[in-house]
């Protein structure tokens, strides 16, 4: 509650928090907000509260959005050859690997530009642990696919074997390396950068606030 008044969502649902520091958290977000006017895009926890509660779509369709990143995949798809793909091997190599031995899943890796076709076995160990997860995570978990166009960065993440740091510099290896190669555009990398690091650390402090009790 904020001012005694139960706080809700857009879709004007009592907002019922699983974990007291998330409710900290947002109660935080609304203390900073114009009295009468809240701008939900500068709130990112009350967002994916929001996103949770009132999500329009069944869970299935969630998480078929979700799969439709799958078999193209930012840390499977690789280029042929040459510096950046020893670069994304190094990064993506290890991620995939801790997921293979924490989940079983084995993700294929190609430099074929339609992207990397996953096995069926990948592909139902995947959707089951999306299936396994909770309205809270799964709202994280589609946010940060669709911010990192990977199913791998997220999951490593949801799964404790990446930090957000790590996950950003995942998410970012393609647009570093060429900024090293060519050169920063100031305003043009500092913006792109600052915008993403906002869309996987907001969804990264949720779920670890989430798991805070």
């Given at each position: 509650?904020?001012?005694?008044?139960?706080?809700r969502t857009?879709?004007k649902?009592?907002?019922v928090l699983?974990?007291?520091?998330?409710?900290l958290?947002?109660?935080?977000?609304?203390?900073?907000?114009e009295?009468?006017?809240?701008?939900?895009h500068?709130?990112?926890?009350?967002?994916?509260v929001?996103h949770?509660?009132?999500?329009?779509?069944p869970?299935?369709?969630?998480?078929?959005?979700?799969?439709?990143?799958?078999?193209?995949?930012a840390?499977?798809?690789?280029?042929?050859?040459g510096?950046?793909a020893r670069?994304?091997?190094?990064?993506?190599g290890?991620?995939?690997e801790?997921?293979?031995?924490?989940?079983?899943?084995?993700?294929l890796?190609?430099?074929?530009?339609?992207?990397?076709?996953?096995?069926?076995?990948?592909?139902?160990?995947v959707?089951?642990?999306?299936?396994?997860?909770?309205d809270?995570?799964?709202?994280?978990?589609?946010?940060?696919t669709g911010?990192t166009?990977?199913?791998?960065?997220?999951?490593?993440?949801?799964?404790?074997?990446?930090?957000?740091?790590?996950?950003l510099?995942a998410?970012?290896?393609e647009?570093?390396?060429?900024a090293e190669?060519?050169?920063?555009?100031?305003?043009g990398?500092?913006?792109?950068?600052?915008?993403?690091?906002?869309r996987?650390?907001?969804?990264?402090?949720f779920?670890?606030?989430l798991?805070m009790?």
């Amino acid at each position: 509650m904020l001012d005694r008044k139960p706080v809700r969502t857009p879709g004007k649902k009592l907002a019922v928090l699983p974990s007291h520091p998330l409710a900290l958290a947002v109660a935080a977000e609304w203390e900073w907000q114009e009295k009468g006017k809240p701008q939900l895009h500068t709130m990112p926890m009350m967002s994916l509260v929001a996103h949770a509660l009132d999500q329009p779509r069944p869970r299935d369709k969630v998480i078929a959005h979700i799969m439709n990143y799958v078999h193209t995949d930012a840390a499977c798809c690789l280029y042929e050859r040459g510096t950046l793909a020893r670069r994304q091997q190094e990064v993506f190599g290890p991620i995939l690997e801790a997921l293979r031995q924490d989940a079983g899943w084995r993700f294929l890796m190609s430099d074929n530009i339609a992207g990397s076709h996953q096995t069926d076995e990948l592909v139902e160990g995947v959707r089951a642990w999306l299936a396994g997860l909770d309205d809270w995570h799964l709202a994280a978990m589609e946010q940060l696919t669709g911010t990192t166009k990977s199913v791998v960065i997220p999951a490593a993440l949801l799964r404790g074997h990446i930090t957000p740091a790590q996950a950003l510099a995942a998410a970012r290896v393609e647009e570093d390396f060429q900024a090293e190669e060519w050169g920063r555009v100031e305003a043009g990398h500092d913006l792109d950068e600052a915008d993403l690091r906002s869309r996987v650390f907001g969804p990264s402090l949720f779920v670890r606030l989430l798991q805070m009790r």
